[in-house]
Structures are given as C-alpha cells and as structure tokens.
C-alpha cells in the first residue's frame, strides 16, 4: 500500500488549494479514504473522511471552506481548501480505513492505517 499526497504549498489568507492523494497497491474504491494534519507542537488530527460510498464527514472548523472528494477510477483522493486561515496551516496526511466497505464513522486518528509522507500547507496573515 503506498499513499502519496501532493498540491500543498504556501498561500495568503483567504487563498486556496487543492491537495491530492494518489493510492496505489490496494482496492482503493472499497475503502474509507480521510485527510488529517498536524501542526507543530500538536496532535495530529481528522480533517475529512468520505466512505467508498460518497458519503463526507468534516471537523466543524473546515465545514463549509473544505471539500473532500474521490475519483475511483484514478484511485486518487482530493481536498479542496478554500478561504484559507492561519491556523488551517500544518502537514496534511491521507490514510485509509484497515477494512473494506465500512462507514467511515469518525475522523479519529487511531482509526485509520496506512500513511502518506504529507504536503505542507502554510497561510499567512
């Protein structure tokens, strides 16, 4: 299994990015896929999770700026950032759930498996 998350960089507030996870080396459609961070000195922690059925869950703080999406056919897994805010800025991981066709269910960390290397992301005043 191999994640590789890409398209973070460096933004002002209120700018915008596009972070994206390429997954390789298992049935990527059948699993809960979810985006995380962590910022220095902090815990890592959920972002945004969709299930293999489309469905979203948000932390309250990205609701309405970020967008989490999936396309199956390129086993490939996006975040959509808008309306940036300096305190949006950390790494930003994906991982995935350990077991096929299941409700994605929280953002916990401990819940999810297989981690990329990240992308930082960092917004300024």
């Known amino acids: 299994v191999q994640l590789v998350e890409s398209g973070g960089g460096s933004v002002q507030a209120g700018g915008s990015l596009r972070l994206s996870c390429a997954a390789s080396g298992y049935t990527y459609s059948s699993y809960c896929m979810g985006w995380f961070r962590q910022a220095p000195g902090k815990e890592r922690e959920g972002v945004a999770t969709?299930?293999?059925?489309?469905?979203?869950i948000y932390q309250n703080s990205v609701k309405g700026r970020f967008t989490i999406s999936r396309d199956n056919a390129e086993n490939t897994l996006y975040l959509q950032m808008n309306t940036l805010t300096p305190e949006d800025t950390a790494m930003y991981y994906c991982a995935h759930h350990p077991r096929p066709n299941r409700r994605c269910g929280s953002l916990n960390v401990p819940d999810f498996t297989d981690w990329g290397q990240g992308t930082q992301v960092t917004v300024s005043s």
């Open positions: 969709i299930d293999n059925y489309g469905a979203p």
